[in-house]
């Protein structure tokens, strides 16, 4: 260090100020000796230089050494030393340099005027400046952040939520214009859902022409696919639209003189949901906002994720109506109850219910939260509190039923209402039973469907046994008709021979009888197996009822009084006339008459005979106070052959023949046991208007008939 030259004294050295001062330098002088000054340069990591009035260097510590060694360009050029000499002290005038290894390096520079020279002080603050500049950065995006949370967090409307995302670009980093592109799900290109164009102070519909951005073979779809942002400066934009004419989008920037362009990828955990671009045409946007790549991107994840959540929003809320629209038409009952069996939700259908049942009490509102145990039926309770349990605990039944019926009056003037209910466990995302799930559906309707389909097959089932029976009796029919007409042939010769015998005088002429009468037994047999068969021609006429019954009757009354039958008879008046073989229905009420007769032997009983009519049927109906007949017997009662008669008493054919009978007219003749005891024969006939003589109508039964009671067709022609 040079020796510092002698100065003359001042008149005020020894005034006392000056006094003061001087001890003061004298008490530290041993510490400010120069082993202590060159101790504290060593350790201190801050650069001190002192150099002479013409910048040549006089003394140096280590650490100054090495800020001189790391410089590219020599430290000692690039000092203020002339500000010094030219304004006295200079503090903490930064100082950038270039690095020898690369980087930059910025000193912190003070520098005082001493006698003949200058004291330098360099500090490195390279480190605190950058951490300053993190933070400044760190600041902004947190403010960028908190606006724009405020205003994205503000809606879930993605319509909101897109809008407020482009005048955010627009506002907080300086843009001209800021777009927002989502994906289009039909093509591989983005739509353009929002712009905001910040000199016109507003939101605008794109052009025509930028609805829709390719997302091939285009910087806004090299940003989509790889998820990577861009920032382009004018000369970037020139030079990528010479290379790609077809880019919209670089067309657009390039026609309005875009000066800088951002185009920033809207990341979902590494997966790309859109684009936000962004366009100024100011040139001092070029650098400064428009180059802080960092502030943009947070300002676009906090974007990307608004418009995910708003998306997801509108998604739930358009599943959540398509789900209420589901349950609301499904035509049944659903709710879902808690672990304490608690209702906590339920469809449309529940309040409909209620008030078709009449209970406005019960609405959703005011039942909501509210056990369901009151509502089950009592007759089942401990059976439906038993399963819910079950499910409750297991997740499943031990059965593996869920699923059953239940009735409950729905009061005086409905029927009851038949249920079916369905109950399964509701399960968390963890797997845990959280409560039930209970589908109930009304299938009354179903019930009354089985019910008539129960009625219907039965009918078939008859229908068929009738059709088995018709089908046996024609083929029995026809085998009985060719085995009458075999044996009428013989019958005949032996009638001929028998009659030629008894004229002629015989000598055994008893034995001759017995032959001729059994011939004709044979014969009446046959007749009757022809007559079944219907070989046997009908002679039809007009005829009334009530004749024919009363002939009958007068041949049966005998009987009647010899086996203690009493009949008791209802003949409707003015019976009309019916077209009928009236010998065939005579025989037919005979037969009818003869077996009830029979059924209550011995002892007797009573008769009831009743002939009624309606405007298209006249019934016959014979009914008796016999032991009815057995269900086994009813089944085939007019099958031929079949009898309950001990053998040689009788044949089989006599209710077989009055069912042909009754065929061969249209009508039908049916056979039943009556709840009091006792068996009812009834033979219908049709009432055929079409067969009455042109311009003439039959008479009445209250009309005089013929003296036989039968009006031949003879008669009834003239």
């Not at 309005?256 to 684009?275: C, D, E, F, K, M």
């Not at 009813?634 to 077989?656: M, Q, S, V």
Request: glycine share 8%.
């Amino acid at each position: 260090m040079p020796r510092r030259t002698a100065r003359p004294r001042s008149s005020l050295s020894h005034t006392a100020p000056a006094r003061a001062k001087h001890a003061a330098r004298t008490a530290h002088q041993p510490f400010l000796s120069n082993n202590n000054l060159a101790a504290l340069l060593a350790a201190t990591n801050d650069g001190v230089l002192l150099l002479r009035q013409n910048g040549t260097l006089m003394l140096s510590n280590a650490a100054a050494e090495r800020m001189m060694a790391e410089g590219c360009v020599p430290l000692l050029d690039e000092l203020p030393i002339k500000r010094v000499f030219a304004g006295g002290v200079v503090r903490d005038v930064l100082l950038a340099r270039d690095l020898r290894a690369g980087g930059e390096q910025l000193l912190a520079t003070s520098a005082v005027p001493l006698d003949g020279g200058v004291a330098v002080l360099l500090r490195d603050v390279t480190t605190t400046a950058r951490l300053t500049a993190h933070i400044a950065v760190a600041e902004q995006q947190a403010r960028v952040l908190t606006q724009a949370g405020a205003r994205l967090d503000g809606s879930l409307d993605l319509r909101d939520v897109l809008g407020a995302s482009v005048e955010l670009a627009t506002e907080l980093l300086g843009f001209t214009v800021a777009w927002l592109g989502l994906p289009n799900e039909s093509d591989s290109t983005l739509d353009i859902v929002a712009v905001h164009d910040a000199i016109s102070g507003g939101a605008r519909q794109a052009q025509a022409e930028v609805t829709r951005v390719s997302i091939t073979h285009t910087l806004t779809g090299e940003c989509f696919n790889q998820g990577r942002s861009l920032s382009l400066d004018r000369p970037k934009i020139v030079a990528f639209y010479r290379e790609r004419a077809n880019d919209e989008m670089l067309r657009q920037a390039h026609e309005h003189n875009t000066h800088a362009a951002l185009l920033l990828p809207l990341l979902i955990q590494g997966r790309t949901i859109g684009v936000l671009g962004m366009f100024t045409n100011r040139s001092q946007h070029q650098e400064g906002a428009a180059g802080d790549l960092a502030l943009a991107e947070t300002l676009a994840s906090r974007v990307a994720v608004a418009v995910e959540h708003a998306r997801l929003h509108g998604e739930a809320r358009a599943l959540q109506h398509f789900y209420q629209s589901v349950t609301n038409s499904a035509g049944a009952l659903l709710l879902t109850l808690d672990r304490q069996l608690r209702l906590t939700w339920a469809n449309s259908e529940w309040d409909r219910s209620m008030r078709w049942l009449n209970l406005p009490d019960l609405l959703w509102n005011d039942v909501k939260g509210t056990s369901i145990v009151p509502l089950l039926p009592a007759a089942r309770l401990p059976e439906l509190l038993e399963m819910s349990r079950q499910l409750l605990r297991q997740g499943a039944l031990a059965s593996g039923e869920t699923t059953y019926r239940t009735e409950i009056d729905a009061g005086l003037r409905r029927p009851p209402l038949t249920l079916l209910v369905r109950v399964r466990p509701r399960g968390s995302h963890a797997g845990a039973v959280e409560g039930l799930t209970v589908a109930v559906a009304d299938i009354s309707h179903l019930k009354q469907l089985e019910a008539a389909l129960r009625e219907r097959h039965d009918e078939l089932q008859r229908t068929q046994v009738q059709l088995v029976a018709a089908a046996r009796l024609a083929a029995t029919g026809e085998l009985i008709a060719g085995v009458a007409h075999e044996l009428n042939n013989p019958l005949t010769s032996v009638l001929g021979w028998a009659d030629l015998m008894l004229d002629a005088g015989a000598a055994d002429l008893d034995g001759v009888r017995r032959i001729h009468d059994g011939a004709l037994r044979a014969r009446r047999i046959v007749q009757g197996l022809l007559m079944f068969a219907r070989q046997a021609p009908a002679e039809r006429a007009w005829t009334h009822m009530g004749s024919l019954a009363d002939t009958v009757l007068a041949l049966k009354a005998t009987d009647f009084h010899r086996n203690a039958v009493r009949l008791r008879s209802n003949i409707a008046p003015q019976l009309p006339q019916v077209w009928v073989d009236g010998g065939q229905i005579q025989q037919v009420l005979l037969n009818l008459l003869t077996n009830a007769e029979q059924a209550m032997l011995p002892g007797g009983g009573e008769i009831f005979l009743t002939i009624a009519h309606d405007d298209n049927t006249i019934a016959l109906s014979v009914a008796d106070t016999g032991p009815g007949i057995p269900p086994t017997t009813l089944e085939r009662i007019f099958e031929p052959f079949f009898t309950t008669k001990p053998p040689g008493e009788g044949t089989g054919l006599g209710l077989a023949i009055s069912h042909g009978i009754a065929r061969s007219h249209g009508g039908s003749i049916s056979a039943e046991n009556q709840p009091g005891g006792g068996a009812r024969f009834t033979l219908r006939l049709p009432l055929d208007h079409t067969q009455w003589a042109a311009g003439e109508k039959p008479q009445t039964a209250g009309a005089a008939p013929p003296s036989d009671g039968v009006a031949t067709e003879k008669a009834h022609s003239e």
